[in-house]
Structures are given as structure tokens and as C-alpha cells.
């Protein structure tokens, strides 16, 4: 879960000097003189933002086979036998509770069936499936359907097909590519061979090898484009072309029509061109991604503050209601977040004082008895860098302390708990709570996983974060 922070960059447009001709020409060419169109640019970039930072992994994962995150071809399960590590870069807040299983999905040609097998009641797993616009369409797992097994039939926008015989449920998805992100709880490192266990049995197919049938002709092959850095899609005027792309994949919703034909003004749209060949166009252009990261900004501020929590940014389309800025934060924060129903992200930014977290000093959180963070699966605290929101290497490789390390912990004279946030050890005797900082700025995200109604409606709150003099 992680809230950078963003540097506004500051432009000089020299608007009042540009000679009529120019204004002329650019109004031509987008339909937009610059004053517009930097207004349409700031809104086009907080609704693609997520769908071009999803393709940037999704290439990573399913696409680019020299990328060291590379996970497999498209419609392809992958299990991932651990948990994540600083070695892991690809994507901001990785989880390291959870071992994952990964499948990047195709559906143009034909509906994909997930398999899960039975799996025992006390060890949670989910499957959440994730499309293009990055709204938490649907969930399979111990929450949503169970932990008894069965198959479940993933169809794209196009498909008009009946329920297949052995199909549990059918799940439409609103994009033709999209992400299915699976989650199977390791109780401890000694557990990994059973989590594997598990993998192995959970299975992806095209609907008609489900089925025993030929399989349709395949769509055809899509020449994906190269992603943008991280760094060049906060400023590169390229980002649009990206986003053209990615829109080809995702059939308009009837709630953006208008928006749609807005954003069109400035070459923004399925397999469309933005037109930056006017240096005053090129400028509005930039000026307007900065301006949606001054918003993104004023966000930040509120989500620090705890006015806007992360089960208020993910979620179904119906949830968030269009609200595309709470999108963008959601992205920003740590892409491919849970709905909070499935899980929730307390995040630790500041200390009791609001100052922001930093290595070079020393902090405690402590827990009451009878008031650890109300799960009916698990709880955890990962501790992040900044501005990467990457795991953090140290001497004990500890990413993270959680509930399954209860029996390891030491307990206060009150029955409560104490954790150490800190660069250096606290000491032998409270190494076993310690966790480790870097030497600079960081945050630490709380998740629940599968949260209790006390922790949704918030009559519980997490303590603070203390800093020790």
C-alpha cells in the first residue's frame, strides 16, 4: 500500500505569447485549444493511469519474456512456490503472507474455467480477478464461495454462451485481458511443501479443453506495444498512446460515453494518436499529467490523515461509483489491492506527532490483549521503502510480522504486544519483535484479510505508531 510523494513539476506554457496562427492550428488539430486541453489531459490521466501502470506489469508478467518478472504466456497458471522478497520489482506493496499463483488472461477467443480443489477450512486462499480498468470485478475463495472446490467459468465482455455443465458459476468480466492474482496462506516456513501441494492442484483451461471440444479459431495475436518506465509515465506525453492501446481491450461502459468523446478531443481513444506537434499542445499536455498529480497529491494528504481510507479506493466499478481519482490512488498506493470486504490496509505513514516515518529514528506500536485486529483469516505488517514501496532487505530477512508469528512473539506484563519499528535491533531480548526499517523514509501497511465487522465499521482502530525518544 503505498502514498508517495509526488513533486508537483512545474511548467512554463508562455500561453500569452503564442501568435494566434499557433492557437489556430492546434485547435484544429484536437479540437481543443491548449487551455482545454490541459483540463482534458488532467482527467484523461487520472482515469488511465491504472490501466497504463496495469499494462506495464501485465507486459512485465505475460508478455515480455527477458524481464526477470516474466511469469508465463498469456492463459497460463503460474504457481510461485514463496513469498515475495526484495528481489520482487515489478509491482509497488508486494504481499509476502501469501504465496501467489498468477495467470495473465486472454478471453477474446473463448471463456478460461478455473479449478480450485477442496481446500481445508483454516487456511485461507482467494482468487481475485482484476480487469483492465483494475476494478476488483469478482472473487473465488474461502470468503466468496468456500473452501469446498469446484470450477468457475471466466467470460469476456463478447461471450453469450450457457452455463457449462460442471461449472459452478459464470463471471463476466468488462475487459477482454485481465489479471487473476491467487492467495494461499503460509502458516509458517515449515508449511510451504502443503501450499504447494495446493498449487498444484489448482487448474486454468480454455473453456472448450474444459469441455473435451475443438477449440474455436484463435483470435488474433496482438502486438503489444512497449510500456513506459514508472518514471516516464508521470511526464511522458507517450503515456496516451499507451492508454489508446490498452483501450482497444476494453469495450466503453455506458457511463462513459461522454467522457469518452471528451477525452477524443485530444486524441484519447481506442486505437487513437494524441497529438502533441504543436509545442503549446505538448506543454498542456504535460501540464495537465501534473496537475492530476497535485490532486493526487491533496489525496495523499487525506488518506494520511485518515479521512480516506484504501477500502474506500478498490473495489467494482458499481462500488467506486466512476470516482477515477480514487482509482489513480489505489494504483498509487499498491496496484491490485483488495476490495475491503476481502481485505483491509491500514497504512502507517506518520507517527502520534504527524511527522512521517524515517529510519533514523525509533518506534513502538503497541497492542492491547484483547485488541489484535479482528480477522477471520490473518492479519500482518509489512514494513515498505520510499519512495520505491518495495519490500526491505535487512540482516534477519524479516519483511513483516503477522498473526501466524503469535506464538513466537514475547508478550507484555499486560498480556499485550510491543513491536520494535527500527533500523538497528532492539536487542536480543526483543529481537523476536522486532521489525526492521531501512535507514530513510518508509510506511509500514497493515492487511486484514477477511476483516470482521468490527474492523469494516470501523469501531476498531489501530493503534498508533509512537515514536520512542
Known sequence: MNMTTMTRRTLLCGI??????????????????????????????????????????????????????????????????????????????????????????????????????????????????????????????????????????????????????????????????????????????????NVKKIQAEYRAEPLSKFLGQPAPAAAPAIDFIRPLSPADEKTSPEFFNILNFVLQYCPTDPSETDLMARFSRIGVGAGKTIDVSSPEMKTAIEQGMADAWTDLEDLRKQVDAGKITSGDMFGTREFLKNNYLYRMGAAVLGIYGNSKQEAMYPVYAVDTDGKKLDGANKYTVHFEADKLPPVNAFWSLTMYDLPQSLLVANPINRYLLNSPMLPQFLKDADGGLTFYIQNETPGKDKEQNWLPAPKGPFFIAMRLYWPKSEALDGSWKQPPMRREV
Do not use: C
Open 16 to 193: 500569452a505569447l503564442i501568435p494566434a496562427l499557433q492557437y489556430t492550428t492546434a485547435r484544429a488539430q484536437t479540437g481543443a485549444t491548449p487551455e482545454e486541453a490541459r483540463a482534458i489531459a488532467k482527467e484523461a490521466y487520472i482515469y488511465g493511469f491504472p490501466m497504463v501502470d496495469n499494462y506495464r506489469i501485465q507486459h512485465a508478467y505475460f508478455v515480455d519474456t527477458k524481464n526477470p518478472e516474466y511469469k508465463g504466456p498469456w492463459n497460463t497458471l503460474v504457481n510461485i512456490p514463496r513469498v515475495y522478497t526484495p528481489a520482487d520489482t515489478a509491482i509497488q506493496t508486494p504481499n509476502s503472507d501469501t504465496p501467489y499463483s498468477m495467470i495473465g488472461m486472454d478471453l477474446r477467443t473463448e471463456p478460461m474455467v478455473l479449478t480450485v480443489p477442496p481446500i481445508e477450512k483454516s487456511r485461507y486462499f482467494s482468487i481475485q480477478l482484476i480487469d483492465a480498468y483494475t476494478f476488483n470485478f469478482a472473487y473465488i475463495g474461502s470468503r466468496a464461495t468456500g473452501n469446498d472446490g469446484g470450477s468457475f467459468l471466466i467470460a469476456g465482455p463478447g461471450w453469450k454462451g450457457e452455463t457449462p455443465k460442471g461449472v459452478k458459476e459464470v463471471i463476466r468480466s468488462e475487459t477482454e485481458l485481465l489479471i487473476g492474482a491467487y492467495r494461499t496462506q503460509l502458516f509458517n516456513p515449515d508449511d510451504l511443501d
